[in-house]
């Protein structure tokens, strides 16, 4: 499956140096991206398009996108990962609710049964861990296939009211690089 990631960049951190840092082109934002993101091959992708958006690219023509450039479509990027974020966390509370695994002691009583119940709940058993793990791993901040969205400045996949505001403060110390990802 393709996913699209949205990579968040604090510009200083790529050309930090003082106060006065220079300005960093689209080249070395998306380069700096795709550096900071390598080491999650495997994790969060097992291939991707780092140049362009790949199969968005008529979306993203640039795939590196400047909050000073135009800060109202630069935050509704961030709410629009932040909104898939909430959807995957939904859907994983809703197969453990609707499964009866919400009670994580029941849930920890199944597993240690599990060898004498049959192929189905065993089944069961398996994507109740796997939903419960990405529900922990999105609530960790953990850059996976499924968070959509990685901040290289802060080394999270968490999207909350503290980034909107900075960006906001300081639009043009921030960019966002857009690559297709696959898993």
Known sequence: MHYLHRILVYIPDICSVGKNYPGATKQQIRSYAKYQTECFE?????????????????????????????????????????????????????YLEDNDYLDLKKLAAAVMEDAQDSPSTQHSLSMAAYYLGCFADLIKGTYFYNSFFYDTHRNTSRLNKQVFEEIQANPQLWALVIFDCHY
């Not at 958006?53 to 709410?79: C, H, I, M, S, T």
């Open 42 to 94: 495997g994790h969060a992708f097992d291939w991707r398009e780092t140049m362009t958006a790949g199969r968005w690219g008529y979306e993203y023509p640039e795939n590196v996108l400047l909050a000073a450039d135009n800060p109202e479509r630069f935050q509704k990027e961030l709410q629009t990962a932040q909104s898939f974020q909430q959807e995957a966390l939904n859907q994983a509370l809703k």
